[in-house]
T-cell receptor, first 110, second 113 residues
Framework: GQSLEQPSEVTAVEGAIVQINCTYQ??????LSWYQQHDGGAPTFLSY????GLEETGRFSSFLSRSDSYGYLLLQELQMKDSASYFCAAPDTGGFKTIFGAGTRLFVKA | EAQVTQNPRYLITVTGKKLTVTCSQN?????MSWYRQDPGLGLRQIYY???????DKGDVPEGYKVSRKEKRNFPLILESPSPNQTSLYFC????????????FGSGTRLTVV
């Protein structure tokens, strides 16, 4: 079956850089998305990587390596408000369904 | 404002009592989907719709029904709710399928007793 694996928790210090990894197993692959979800809130879309390489959007960057079946979300200059859960997601083989990872809870400490 | 609107936000019901959770989007998106979120399991797709009158099962469709009679609306129906359907539900839409970022509704927290 298809699956996305990511660490359950990551802790980092305010102002630091943190990387959240996502490895995937899919029989067909179209790209990797990232979402942020604060407690009690809805997921919000952060980025989508269709091709290998790094995509940068402000303090957040996302990377994809198709050959390694691996991607990551990089958060720089961490702020307390970045404390949230982060999900990687990918379309399934047919491209019609989306599979989400179980999520990584990020704790930012002062 | 571009948004996905879900109602109700909170719902407590009894086993077997039919209920509908409404979802509406104002972005003219073709693709809409329902997810449930449970601790440690992430988001699991219940049903999705590629366009009006086109729906298909996600990974956990048992016990749910959907319909897409209009492009903007995609209600989720629980004909006979059971306690294992207690969960946080999200409706989402996107421009076209899974390749674009989803816009999620605010969520519906459902408790079935």
């Amino acid at each position: 079956g298809q699956s996305l694996e990511q660490p359950s928790e990551v802790t980092a210090v305010e102002g630091a850089i943190v990387q959240i990894n996502c490895t995937y197993q899919t029989s067909g692959f179209y790209g990797l998305s990232w979402y942020q979800q604060h407690d009690g809130g809805a997921p919000t879309f952060l980025s989508y990587n269709a091709l290998d390489g790094l995509e940068e959007t402000g303090r957040f960057s996302s990377f994809l390596s198709r050959s390694d079946s691996y991607g990551y979300l990089l958060l720089q200059e961490l702020q307390m408000k970045d404390s949230a859960s982060y999900f990687c997601a990918a379309p399934d083989t047919g491209g019609f369904k989306t599979i989400f990872g179980a999520g990584t809870r990020l704790f930012v400490k002062a | 404002e571009a948004q996905v609107t879900q109602n109700p936000r909170y719902l407590i019901t009894v086993t077997g009592k039919k209920l509908t959770v409404t979802c509406s989007q104002n972005m003219n998106h073709e693709y809409m989907s329902w997810y449930r979120q449970d601790p440690g399991l992430g988001l699991r797709q219940i049903y999705y719709s590629m366009n009006v009158e086109v729906t298909d099962k996600g990974d956990v469709p048992e016990g749910y029904k959907v319909s897409r009679k209009e492009k903007r609306n995609f209600p989720l129906i629980l004909e006979s709710p059971s306690p294992n359907q207690t969960s946080l539900y999200f409706c989402a839409s996107s421009l076209s399928g899974s390749f674009y970022g989803y816009t999620f509704g605010s969520g519906t927290r459902l408790t079935v007793v």
